[in-house]
């Protein structure tokens, strides 16, 4: 795959600060693929260290209240003719900024607050068609296994620290809970599949494996030998979700191409 991603992320100081936002979880997700760096702030002549920018009612404007905007969007233009012969299969954009911010950006007060949207570069791609990733998506599966966070696939009614939970609760508070999704996922498609997965036990009368009655977090490895995880990578969760069955029976297959196209 050739991959678009912000300069930031891999380590190139080109924050507004002078800094970088190196990502680890980016780099890994882009082993094996080709990737084209991008900074639209610094191509637009902006310098490394600047004075911050955010969108002010639809203008990018800068933290002393100059208009910044004509020459980020002739930049982004620009970028987006030399993308056309590029062929790149998705981008992969810092979070939250005002350039390249996916699924958030700041409010245009320089206070810190966030709003639902997108950062100019980041709407032009997707008006464009092609398909971005908001950086701290890759993070997702990152984080199995710490920060209490699943890993293996176990079950239990005594401990937060399994697949699946079953709280201590009676009537109509009796509940189990599914811990691995986080705001990432897509909770139509999430939900969809527990529901089938449920029936489709009932249907074929499973019995779930006896329950795993530890903190599994602070296990031994001895004690985990032998128990399945869950998906380490984005990769990984696309191969499997492509190989079952069970999953291409209930998802319809332009959406499993969409999540396959997105596989390291």
Not at 79 to 107: E, F, N, W
Not at 129 to 137: I, L
Request: aromatic share 6%.
């Amino acid at each position: 795959m050739k991959i678009l991603v912000s300069a930031c992320l891999l380590g190139e100081n080109c924050k507004y600060n002078g800094g970088n936002n190196l990502s680890p979880a980016v780099l890994k997700f882009l082993e094996g693929h080709e990737v084209i760096p991008v900074c639209p702030e610094v191509e637009a002549g902006m310098g490394c260290p600047r004075i911050p920018v955010e969108i002010v009612n639809g203008v990018l404007t800068d933290k002393n209240g100059n208009d910044v905007d004509a020459p980020m969007r002739k930049t982004i233009e620009a970028r987006l003719r030399q993308l056309k012969a590029m062929d790149i299969d998705c981008a992969v954009l810092k979070s939250r900024s005002p350039t390249c911010g996916v699924k958030q950006i700041y409010d245009g007060t320089f206070s810190g607050k966030l709003v639902s949207g997108s950062g100019l570069f980041a709407q032009a791609l997707l008006e464009a068609g092609y398909r971005v990733v908001d950086a701290e998506d890759t993070n997702s599966y990152e984080r199995l296994g710490r920060d209490k966070a699943p890993r293996f696939l176990t079950w239990s009614p005594e401990n937060r620290s399994q697949l699946i939970r079953i709280p201590a609760a009676e009537g109509e508070y009796r509940r189990l809970e599914l811990r691995s999704p986080d705001p990432s996922a897509n909770p139509y498609l999430a939900f969809a599949l527990v529901v089938y997965a449920g029936l489709d036990g009932l249907t074929r009368g499973l019995t779930p494996p006896p329950p795993t009655n530890v903190n599994i977090l602070a296990a031994s490895d001895t004690r985990v030998k032998g128990i399945e995880q869950l998906p380490r990578t984005l990769g990984a969760a696309v191969s499997a979700a492509a190989g079952s069955e069970f999953i291409r029976r209930y998802i319809p297959e332009p959406v499993l191409a969409a999540y396959r196209a997105r596989q390291t």
